[in-house]
């Protein structure tokens, strides 16, 4: 089946063209947005040939992998009339046409909320990325040259980049919280702005004392957290505000009404919170760390990709930009994300022992397409098209690669910048450490590897999935 017979294909099953408001494509998915959920055929979509999966959310999500989902995703547009661009405002459209039975089928407020804050950091990830591996490289090259370089324009100049990046970045926050949650994106900068560490700012520089905690604005300690929290509430602020305001005074009272009760409130209430939310993620996660040590890394490596099936692991995106800020407690050193990368590493075990144990042609060719992915460190083929809907094959992988979690955590490995896992993690981790990197990943995939083979493959539970052999 070529692109356009699959994307034909893929449309009369998700109820044909007057039933899909958008569609986009991600790096491995076709996703759509439909008015009627009830009218999208899952199980004949999986039947596909070229189809790895399907997301059953109220967006249809596809799996087809990389490269292909681009070409599909052509044809789709084609025969939908409809640009391809992102979905996430048509849903919330769609949302407002669907019947109760539909809302309450997906209603997942965690799972809804959790993606949400994940929105506001996902266009930020570039320039963290970028961010931190200047950080990190700059880092090493002072230490180990003594500072040589110190003073020559064009390495200050790179230093300056990275740098103000995560100066900077309550502001980008604050804007992108109050966007998502519905209010105007420069308010919500505001927002941000007041929780950025500018000696200039005159709230510091005239060195007031806060009232009911009786210390002296200190921007910089709310951080991330606070700018969160303030450009959702500005938000928030700024909706009931416009509800009450006549249309003749909107345009000018309604912001600046907003920018300052918000901005009075957030200096007195949420600074504080944000502190405290801040330093009690730290401690949070240190202890559990410090405490636990290879428990941890094994708990936290086997329990990962579980948190991806449900939707609950977009909470950690702040946590892991907190851990990369070079201004914060670890110093642009995040230790968590190694150990998370090792559960990549147990879905590549599991997928080769599969494919060297199945005699299901089917399920080969699945696996055959989404390994070499996989080991690139993406690993939503693998996941969806092959250990997810076998089930136990899935639990199999998550167990094995809790042994890479083990080794990350005594070798103490932690990575300068978000990024891809797979051997990408290579580029991400401290310069040094590559070799103890690939031991570990080397260890989860044996583990998910071993663990599968001997105990999570059943064939008759793949016959049943994929079907039978002819």
């Not at 989860?444 to 079907?467: K, L, M, Q, S």
Request: charged content about 15%.
């Amino acid at each position: 089946m070529d692109n356009k017979q699959l994307a034909s294909e893929i449309l009369k099953l998700v109820g044909g063209r007057e039933n899909v408001i958008a569609n986009a494509s991600c790096m491995t998915r076709l996703r759509i947005s439909v008015r009627d959920i009830d009218k999208v055929e899952f199980a004949e979509i999986k039947a596909l040939d070229g189809v790895m999966g399907v997301v059953e959310q109220q967006t249809v999500q596809v799996v087809l992998g990389p490269g292909k989902v681009t070409r599909v995703m052509e044809e789709f547009a084609k025969l939908t009339g409809l640009a391809a661009g992102s979905v996430d405002a048509d849903v919330r459209a769609v949302a407002s046409e669907n019947v109760a039975a539909q809302k309450s089928k997906f209603d997942k407020p965690v799972q809804r909320f959790l993606k949400r804050i994940a929105n506001i950091f996902i266009p930020l990830l570039p320039g963290i990325i970028a961010a931190g591996l200047i950080n990190g490289i700059t880092n090493v090259i002072n230490v180990s040259t003594g500072g040589v370089l110190s003073g020559v324009w064009w390495y200050e100049a790179i230093r300056t980049l990275g740098w103000a990046m995560f100066f900077f970045l309550p502001l980008l926050v604050g804007a992108n919280a109050s966007r998502e949650f519905g209010g105007s994106q420069v308010l919500g900068a505001i927002a941000g702005a007041l929780f950025t560490a500018v000696p200039a700012m005159p709230l510091v520089a005239a060195g007031v004392t806060i009232p009911f905690v009786n210390v002296s604005y200190s921007p910089g300690a709310g951080g991330m957290i606070a700018a969160l929290i303030g450009g959702i509430f500005f938000a928030f602020l700024e909706k009931r505000i416009r509800k009450i305001m006549p249309d003749l005074l909107d345009t000018f009272f309604t912001p600046v009404c907003t920018v300052i009760i918000g901005g009075l409130i957030a200096v007195i209430l949420i600074q504080p919170i944000g502190y405290l939310l801040t330093t009690g993620t730290f401690e949070a996660i240190n202890w559990i760390y410090d405490t636990l040590g290879v428990v941890a890394g094994y708990i936290l490596s086997a329990l990962f990709l579980p948190l991806v099936a449900f939707g609950l692991h977009h909470a950690l995106t702040p946590i892991h930009a907190l851990l990369n800020d070079p201004a914060g407690a670890t110093g642009c050193i995040n230790y968590l994300l190694p150990i998370l990368m090792m559960a990549g590493g147990g879905q590549v075990g599991a997928g080769l022992a599969l494919y060297l144990k199945t005699k299901n042609k089917r399920l080969k060719g699945f696996i055959r397409d989404a390994l070499p992915i996989g080991i690139l460190g993406i690993g939503e083929p693998l996941m969806y098209a092959v250990t997810l809907p076998l089930g136990k094959s899935f639990i199999t992988a998550c167990l094995g690669a809790g042994l890479g979690g083990i080794l990350v955590v005594i070798f103490n490995l932690g990575a300068v910048t978000l990024g891809a896992s797979g051997i990408f993690g290579l580029l991400l981790v401290i310069p040094g450490t590559q070799l103890l990197f690939a031991i570990s990943m080397l260890t989860a995939y044996a583990g998910g590897f071993i663990v599968t083979w001997f105990f999570g493959v059943d064939e008759a539970r793949i016959n049943e999935v994929y079907g039978e052999n002819v």
